[in-house]
């Protein structure tokens, strides 16, 4: 089974409205491979998602960070899943670990988030992880199994869901998890899936790290057999190239013809520039 590479920048509460410009005008400008090669999807703040989405290439895609975990109405502050299908927004970032930790969200109450916005037809990118004192005292596996048994409770079809994986230790603290680390933990949640979720889940469902990825270290990641792609952040606010490198040129076949059956592995070439300075 061929997983399609999938490349998230999560730009969390950041940017104005000229720094949101400049950066999709940069990304606009980037090369990459063809959007059935590798799936390139930004999510910038709630605000900026309209903005986003009436500017940016139409290969490349749009998450909201967030969204309510049922039906709007009275809940001051929300944004419902309903209202993102209404912008036209296709894909959703939930159970983030900034919000797990920060906003006390539960595994029960992400699974149900999770599930709610695929019934409204959103695509979801759900992210699991665990912290330092738990990968410390060796229950790193027993803690991203119980966060992916909350979606798996409440969830049967895993078409329009990536995982994302994402130790809270590796996130924004430049502390990013080995190659064989992520390799690890993602062959277990794949080994999970099979038990738990089925064999097709288990081949076809995308698993991808996040955690103080950049250009430097994407390229030994991307080569784990089981790393399906990134969900970037801190580099991602960067004005960033992307390049997929072509070992050679993996996703054409002499013909020129794609072959979805090699690896793309991606690099991001960080710029000097960083995305919040001003020109
Ligand atoms: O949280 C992340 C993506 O969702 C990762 O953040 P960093 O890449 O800044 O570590």
């Known amino acids: 089974m061929v997983r399609k590479f999938f490349v998230g920048g999560n730009w969390k509460c950041n940017g104005t409205i000229e720094e949101v410009k400049r950066i999709v005008a940069f990304l606009n400008e980037a090369e990459v491979p063809p959007e059935d090669v590798v799936e390139v999807v930004v999510s910038p703040p ?12 139409s290969d490349f895609q749009v998450a909201a960070q967030n969204c309510w975990v ?12 309903e209202m993102l299908v209404n912008l036209g927004i ?14 006390n969200e539960s595994n029960e109450f992400v699974g149900d988030k999770v599930a709610y916005a695929l019934s409204r037809g959103l695509k979801v990118i759900a992210c699991v992880g665990e912290t330092l004192e738990q990968r410390e005292s060796g229950s790193t596996m027993a803690v991203v199994a119980a966060q992916t048994q909350s979606i798996a409770d409440k969830v049967l079809n895993w078409d329009n869901i990536v995982l994302a ?3 809270v230790w590796a996130i924004g603290t430049g502390k990013v998890a080995t190659p064989a680390q992520a390799q690890e933990v993602h062959s277990e949640l ?15 469902t995308r698993i991808i790290y996040g955690g ?5 270290n994407c390229r030994e990641l991307a080569k784990q057999l089981d790393i399906d792609g990134f ?3 801190g580099a991602s606010l960067k004005i960033f190239v992307i390049y997929l490198i072509k070992q050679p040129e993996p996703w054409k076949d002499q013909n020129n013809k794609q072959n979805a059956n090699d690896k793309v592995i991606l690099v991001m070439k960080i710029k000097k520039t960083n995305f919040s300075e001003k020109n």
């Open 70 to 81: 049922r039906k709007g109405g009275a809940f001051t502050g929300e944004i419902s899943a």
């Open 46 to 57: 709630f605000v900026f998602l309209p903005l986003v989405k009436s500017l940016l290439r």
């Open 231 to 233: 969900l970037v952040g």
């Open 90 to 103: 296709p894909w959703v970032i939930l159970g983030h670990s900034e919000r797990r930790l920060l906003l």
């Open 165 to 167: 994986y994402e130790p």
């Open 190 to 204: 794949r080994k999970w899936l099979h038990d738990n979720a089925g064999v097709e889940v288990a081949s076809s």
């Open 212 to 216: 103080s990825v950049n250009g430097t």
